[in-house]
Nanobody, 121 residues
Framework: QVRLVESGGGSVQAGGSLTLSCVASGDTYTSMAWFRQALGKTREGVAAFHTGSYNTYYDTSVKGRFTISRDRAKNTVSLQMNNLKPEDSAVYYC????????????????WGQGTRVTVSS
């Protein structure tokens, strides 16, 4: 069992920045990722970090603006979000698991409770 606790959501104006953090405790996993779900939309993958290869993956909509990183000592994965846009507004979820493809939602076993990000224009 893995427990994931997210923090760092909030409200910001377009062009601003936020950093989300996810602290993991418990069992092992190969990947940690951030997904988001906007109102009325399906949940989508935002970024992922492979704990073995240290490879990172990003959705095209956030590439160049978001950075995912891991602090192994603190067992924390962070998502630095810069140049935020109104379309980034969503509930962001931390996930951990063993996905064969980084953004395959069904392959993530463990999920956090979500943290809301609101970007105003």
């Amino acid at each position: 069992q893995v427990r994931l606790v997210e923090s760092g959501g909030g409200s910001v104006q377009a062009g601003g920045s936020l950093t989300l953090s996810c602290v993991a405790s418990g069992d092992t996993y190969t990947s940690m990722a951030w997904f988001r779900q906007a109102l009325g939309k399906t949940r989508e993958g935002v970024a992922a970090f492979h704990t073995g290869s240290y490879n990172t993956y990003y959705d095209t909509s956030v590439k160049g603006r978001f950075t995912i990183s891991r602090d192994r000592a603190k067992n924390t994965v962070s998502l630095q979000m810069n140049n935020l846009k109104p379309e980034d507004s969503a509930v962001y979820y931390c996930a951990a698991g063993y996905p064969p493809v980084w953004n395959r939602e069904s392959s993530y076993i463990y999920w956090g409770q979500g943290t809301r990000v609101t970007v105003s224009s």
